[in-house]
């Protein structure tokens, strides 16, 4: 059975910082592209970063970039995301996928709530 | 921030179609095959229901179809059931910074 579990998830200080996990399970990690997308309070989906599957490329969206960190260690079945300079806009569920399929994820976590706040 | 347009909203009775649109540029939607749409129930984790503009994953029904006209990729939910009620995000891939984005969402309701 195919399993991502997200962990990490805090309530943060604006300017602080924080490293969520991913544990995954029942696929193999090292052949899949890994995805982070997050989702504010009633809000919709937002694709955060990718990295590709042996971890020597990352992608950011804009908003993000030089304050986050996406990288793997496919020996330990693991995905992080260090984020810095927590901004309170920063707060969602943040959940981790695997796009297993040609630029599609069918595997999700059930995701992990990051409160940015003072 | 980047974000393919999509209604906020449609809604149809059991066994009706709904149609949702998700709007994009030549950059993204118009450019490139790579267009998935995901469904969310609340509090859940979204779950793949088309991939690359027209194929389902295994276990997805065939009642869920998807197809792209120039800038502007489709949903369409046919015979509509409870199960349904959701809402429903669609991605696609942009080939540059952000390399992928998603749609604004829409919630389907079944009256």
């Known amino acids: 059975e195919v399993q991502l579990e997200e962990s990490g998830g805090d309530l943060v200080q604006p300017g602080g910082s924080l490293r969520l996990a991913c544990a995954v399970s029942?696929?193999?990690?090292?052949?899949?592209?890994m995805i982070w997308v997050r989702q504010a309070p009633g809000k919709g989906l937002e694709w955060v970063a990718n990295?590709?599957?042996?971890?020597?490329?990352?992608n950011y969206m804009d908003s993000v970039k030089g304050r986050f960190t996406v990288f793997r260690d496919n020996a330990k079945n693991s995905l992080y995301l260090q984020m810095n300079s927590l901004r309170v806009e920063d707060t969602a569920v943040y959940f981790c996928?695997?796009?297993?399929?040609?630029?599609?994820?069918?595997?999700w976590g059930q995701g992990a709530l990051v409160t940015v706040s003072s | 921030q980047f974000a393919l347009t999509q209604p906020p909203s449609a809604s149809g009775s059991p066994g009706q179609s709904v149609t949702i649109s998700c709007t994009g540029t030549s950059s993204d939607v118009g450019g490139y095959n790579y267009v998935s749409w995901y469904q969310q129930h609340p509090g859940k984790a979204p779950k793949l229901i088309i991939y690359?503009?027209?194929k389902r994953p295994s276990g997805v029904p065939d009642r869920l179809s998807g197809s792209k006209s120039g800038n502007t990729a489709s949903l369409t939910v046919s015979g509509l059931q409870p199960e349904d009620e959701a809402d429903y995000y669609c991605?696609?891939?942009?080939?540059?910074?952000?390399?992928?984005?998603f749609g604004t969402g829409t919630r389907v309701t079944v009256l």
């Open positions: 990295i590709n599957k042996d971890g020597s490329e990352a």
């Open positions: 996928a695997a796009d297993n399929l040609p630029a599609a994820a069918a595997y």
């Open positions: 029942g696929f193999t990690l090292s052949s899949h592209w």
């Open positions: 690359e503009v027209t």
């Open positions: 991605r696609s891939y942009r080939g540059s910074s952000p390399q992928y984005v």
